[in-house]
T-cell receptor, first 117, second 111 residues
Framework: AQSVTQLDSQVPVFEEAPVELRCNYSSSVSVYLFWYVQYPNQGLQLLLK??????LVKGINGFEAEFNKSQTSFHLRKPSVHISDTAEYFCAVSARGQYNQGGKLIFGQGTELSVKP | AAGVIQSPRHLIKEKRETATLKCYPIPRHDTVYWYQQGPGQDPQFLIS???????DKGSIPDRFSAQQFSDYHSELNMSSLELGDSALYFCASSLTSAEQYFGPGTRLTVT
């Protein structure tokens, strides 16, 4: 079974400052890793994903994340945040199947990013 | 590009009533997932279908059932509704790959 822990429930930050949202996972099998963003009263939008290859992945809106297998982490970073980045961010994991297919997503508890002017 | 369609977007039901949520996956996608997100919580996996067969099951109450039809659309049927069923219900689809594409969700309110 897989589990995901997002280490910060709330992260307040000033506009144009850098931010890191932390995510650790646990799994006995190989996994795929994802970050999703959810704006108030809206659906889930994929920010970025790690499937294989380079451990540094870049996503939309200037976000990037680094997969660290030894530390079982997948932290999300942005060098300079905007007011519009204020949202809930979810880290998620799925097990890698026998034929490299994905499966159900297990989500972390979410991190509320609040960007202040 | 076509996205995942869910209907209705909002639904209000009374306790003990029945609700049916529909999901239309992206064309040619063969897998559908259902998730439930309670207020202030993370999404929880309910059930999934691959090629019209149930492929995985999560924490789905016995009062709920789901199926995927020949045209690949899926329906989540919820009976004897309880106040605690009030949540945002997401459908996601994928094409035998790791990436899931989410629909906008159906917000169910049980009064």
């Amino acid at each position: 079974a897989q589990s995901v822990t997002q280490l910060d429930s709330q992260v307040p930050v000033f506009e144009e400052a850098p931010v890191e949202l932390r995510c650790n996972y646990s799994s006995s099998v190989s996994v795929y890793l994802f970050w999703y963003v959810q704006y108030p009263n809206q659906g889930l939008q994929l920010l970025l994903k790690y499937l294989s290859g380079s451990t540094l992945v870049k996503g939309i809106n200037g976000f990037e994340a680094e997969f660290n297998k030894s530390q079982t982490s997948f932290h999300l970073r942005k060098p300079s945040v905007h007011i519009s980045d204020t949202a809930e961010y979810f880290c998620a994991v799925s097990a890698r199947g026998q034929y490299n297919q994905g499966g159900k997503l297990i989500f972390g508890q979410g991190t509320e990013l609040s960007v202040k002017p | 590009a076509a996205g995942v369609i869910q209907s209705p977007r909002h639904l209000i039901k009374e306790k003990r009533e029945t609700a049916t949520l529909k999901c239309y996956p992206i064309p040619r996608h063969d897998t559908v997932y259902w998730y439930q997100q309670g207020p202030g919580q993370d999404p929880q996996f309910l059930i999934s279908f691959y090629e019209k067969m149930q492929s995985d099951k999560g924490s789905i109450p016995d009062r709920f059932s789901a199926q995927q039809f020949s045209d690949y659309h899926s329906e989540l049927n919820m009976s004897s509704l309880e106040l605690g069923d009030s949540a945002l219900y997401f459908c996601a689809s994928s094409l035998t790959s790791a990436e899931q594409y989410f629909g906008p969700g159906t917000r169910l309110t049980v009064t």
